[in-house]
């Protein structure tokens, strides 16, 4: 009898190739998660500055779509569940150091604040709204005097949302793209990019959306400055992050990436929003629809990008 010597979990025939992987739930579920935490963070801080009379869109309208985003993005979630009848397992315990306990609990938390809040402004939005029942009318009234504790409540709450979206694949050690602490503060930025480009999507108000623009410059600049930095981290690590880095600089990723995240997703959006500042007429809604588009394609990529990524190239080749 020969004696079999195994080094990889890939012959296992339950690896490959029926390994499952993740499709096009888990960035969808990414991407919503970021873009609401963004209208609910300017929302709250613009709030705070007292600008809710100016700022219509960004406070009152723009918050009224987060409890159905974050409703479709969390079905997509449960759609990639193995296990759907379990889900709330998730919240019988607090795991500190596990970004899934982190991200479960955030949400259960922060889902009944948004609809609070939206709901707090839908007489301001439509003023003949009727709630119907008296009891939901005193509610509203009630939640109204708290206002501020919500807002301060929200800018904390989707400062950890927008972060926990790249912080629950940077938890993946196994896949040398997302090994990478750079992820989740670049998701974070990336959801209030988009954030700030849905608000400018629905604002009417010039001052609103030039204060959004000047905001989503600041934003967009600082996304290319962590980019640029991620990839000078692969560059300067291990074989396998130089080779999951190589994915994206002539490798199967390198058009797509450049082309439609870093080029027309930021670098297009961001001259536009210039020359408009600069006082050269530019469609309000051109930047806006590039920036979210930058930002749902930039989620597709790297969940895609992580998992083509592996630490086994040496025994692949």
Do not use: C
């Amino acid at each position: 009898m020969n004696e079999t010597t195994i080094t990889s979990g890939r012959m296992n025939l339950g690896v490959d190739p029926v390994l499952h992987a993740w499709g096009w739930e888990i960035p969808l579920y990414l991407f919503l998660g970021g873009l609401t935490a963004g209208i609910l963070f300017f929302s709250a801080i613009f709030y705070l500055r007292g600008k809710e009379d100016v700022f219509r869109a960004g406070i009152k309208v723009a918050p009224m779509w987060v409890p159905p985003l974050l409703a479709i993005g969390l079905v997509a979630l449960m759609l990639d569940l193995s296990h759907k009848l379990y889900f709330w397992k998730l919240y019988t315990t607090i795991r500190w150091e596990s970004p899934m306990s982190w991200g479960a609990w955030t949400l259960g938390i922060i889902f009944p604040i948004s609809m609070a809040w939206a709901a707090t402004w839908m007489k301001d939005v439509f003023p003949n709204w009727d709630w119907k029942f008296p009891i939901v009318e005193k509610t509203i009234e009630l939640l109204i005097k708290y206002r501020r504790w919500m807002a301060w409540s929200l800018i904390v709450l989707a400062a950890i949302l927008g972060m926990y979206t790249g912080i629950l694949l940077s938890a993946f050690n196994a896949r040398p793209f997302w090994n990478t602490s750079i992820l989740g503060p670049l998701f974070l930025v990336s959801g209030l990019s988009t954030g700030a480009a849905f608000v400018m999507l629905f604002s009417k108000n010039e001052q609103e959306r030039k204060r959004y623009s000047q905001v989503d410059m600041v934003l967009i600049g600082v996304e290319i400055f962590l980019i640029i930095h991620l990839f000078m981290g692969f560059l300067a690590s291990t074989s396998v992050h130089i080779q999951a880095a190589e994915l994206f600089l002539g490798g199967p990723y390198t058009a797509v990436f450049w082309v439609f995240v870093v080029g027309l997703g930021l670098a297009f959006p961001l001259i536009v929003e210039i020359m408009e500042l600069k006082g050269i007429h530019i469609p309000a809604k051109l930047p806006a629809i590039m920036v979210l588009t930058g930002g749902l394609i930039l989620r597709f990529i790297v969940v895609d990008a992580g998992q083509s990524s592996r630490w086994l190239y040496k025994f692949m080749e």
